[in-house]
C-alpha cells in the first residue's frame, strides 16, 4: 500500500519496521531492538515501505564500533569500564587457577556495573554443569539459587543474550516499604569457538540500576575477554 502525503507541497515517505508480541520478543527491550532493524531494512530496501520481523534481519543494524556502544558519557563510569576492561586482559599474565579468574572477573564486573548478584553458569553439551556466584562487597562466594529459568530457558535455546526487569522472580523485600523488591538482570553468552560456554547472570535493584543497551554491550565485550582468559 503507497499513500502519498504532502507537507508544504513536497512529498514526505515514511519507513516502518513492526515487531510483535510475543512471537517476536518478550521483553520490551529485545521487541523495539527487532523493530528497529526492521526499520533499518526498510530503509535499505528503497524506503517509504514497511517491513515485518524476520531472523533474517539478525545481523542488520546501525552500525557502531564496540567502543562506543557501551561509553555513557559519564566520565567516572566510563573510565571505570576501560580500567576493568584493561585489568581483566592482565589476568592472562597470571598464573592463576579457573575459579581465581572468574572470582577477580566477578569482582571488577560488580563494580563496574553497579551489580548486587552476579555469576557465571558453566555449560556443556547445552546443560549447566556448575555455577560461581558473588555478591556485591562480599569477598567470599556465596550460594545463589534465584535464577529465572524461564529466561534462562531463553538464552540456552536461542544462544542470544537478554536484559530488562525481571517481574518473575522475587526473592527480596524493601525493608523500608515492605514491598518486593524486583531486579533488573543481564544474560550475556560466553561463547568460545563458536560454542556456548557458559551465561554471565548479574542482577542489580531496580530502583538503583535498570540495565540497558550499553550496559549490555560493556557485558558482552567483558564476556569475550572471559572466553579468552578461560
Same mark, same amino acid.
Given at each position: 500500500?503507497?499513500?502519498?502525503? !504532502?507537507?508544504?507541497?513536497?512529498?514526505?515517505?515514511?519507513?516502518?519496521?513492526?515487531?510483535?508480541?510475543?512471537?517476536?520478543?518478550?521483553?520490551?527491550?529485545?521487541?523495539?531492538?527487532?523493530? &528497529?532493524?526492521?526499520?533499518?531494512?526498510?530503509?535499505?530496501?528503497?524506503?517509504? @515501505?514497511?517491513?515485518?520481523?524476520?531472523?533474517?534481519?539478525?545481523?542488520?543494524? @546501525?552500525?557502531?564500533?564496540?567502543?562506543?556502544? !557501551?561509553?555513557?558519557?559519564? &566520565?567516572?563510569?566510563?573510565?571505570?569500564?576501560?580500567?576493568?576492561?584493561?585489568?581483566?586482559? $592482565?589476568?592472562?599474565?597470571?598464573?592463576?587457577?579457573?575459579?581465581?579468574?572468574?572470582?577477580?572477573?566477578?569482582? @571488577?564486573?560488580?563494580?563496574?556495573?553497579?551489580?548486587?548478584?552476579?555469576?557465571? /553458569?558453566?555449560?556443556?553439551?547445552?546443560?549447566?554443569?556448575?555455577?560461581?556466584?558473588?555478591?556485591?562487597?562480599?569477598?567470599?562466594?556465596?550460594? !545463589?539459587?534465584?535464577?529465572?529459568? @524461564?529466561?534462562?530457558?531463553?538464552?540456552?535455546? $536461542?544462544?542470544?543474550?537478554?536484559?530488562?526487569?525481571?517481574?518473575?522472580?522475587?526473592? $527480596?523485600? &524493601?525493608?523500608?516499604?515492605?514491598?518486593?523488591?524486583?531486579?533488573?538482570?543481564?544474560?550475556?553468552?560466553?561463547?568460545?569457538?563458536?560454542?556456548?560456554?557458559?551465561?554471565?547472570?548479574? /542482577?542489580?535493584?531496580?530502583?538503583?540500576? $535498570?540495565?540497558?543497551?550499553?550496559?549490555?554491550?560493556?557485558?558482552?565485550?567483558?564476556?569475550?575477554?572471559?572466553?579468552? /582468559?578461560?
Amino acid at each position: 500500500m503507497e499513500t502519498s502525503l !504532502f507537507v508544504d507541497g513536497r512529498a514526505v515517505t515514511a519507513s516502518f519496521g513492526i515487531a510483535s508480541f510475543p512471537d517476536d520478543a518478550e521483553w520490551k527491550e529485545e521487541l523495539l531492538e527487532k523493530a &528497529d532493524k526492521a526499520l533499518y531494512v526498510a530503509k535499505e530496501r528503497g524506503k517509504n @515501505r514497511c517491513e515485518l520481523w524476520d531472523e533474517t534481519f539478525e545481523q542488520k543494524g @546501525r552500525v557502531t564500533d564496540k567502543l562506543s556502544g !557501551f561509553l555513557t558519557g559519564n &566520565d567516572l563510569r566510563d573510565t571505570t569500564k576501560i580500567l576493568t576492561m584493561i585489568e581483566l586482559t $592482565e589476568l592472562i599474565k597470571e598464573n592463576l587457577s579457573k575459579e581465581e579468574i572468574v572470582f577477580k572477573f566477578l569482582g @571488577r564486573l560488580l563494580d563496574s556495573s553497579e551489580g548486587r548478584y552476579a555469576g557465571i /553458569l558453566f555449560i556443556e553439551g547445552g546443560k549447566i554443569y556448575n555455577q560461581l556466584w558473588r555478591k556485591a562487597n562480599d569477598d567470599n562466594w556465596i550460594k !545463589f539459587n534465584n535464577i529465572n529459568n @524461564r529466561l534462562l530457558n531463553k538464552v540456552l535455546k $536461542e544462544q542470544k543474550g537478554l536484559y530488562g526487569i525481571d517481574w518473575d522472580e522475587v526473592f $527480596e523485600y &524493601d525493608v523500608v516499604k515492605n514491598v518486593p523488591l524486583f531486579y533488573s538482570v543481564m544474560l550475556v553468552p560466553i561463547v568460545k569457538d563458536k560454542v556456548l560456554r557458559g551465561i554471565i547472570y548479574i /542482577l542489580a535493584p531496580s530502583n538503583d540500576k $535498570e540495565y540497558k543497551f550499553e550496559d549490555y554491550n560493556y557485558v558482552s565485550v567483558l564476556a569475550n575477554i572471559l572466553a579468552m /582468559l578461560l
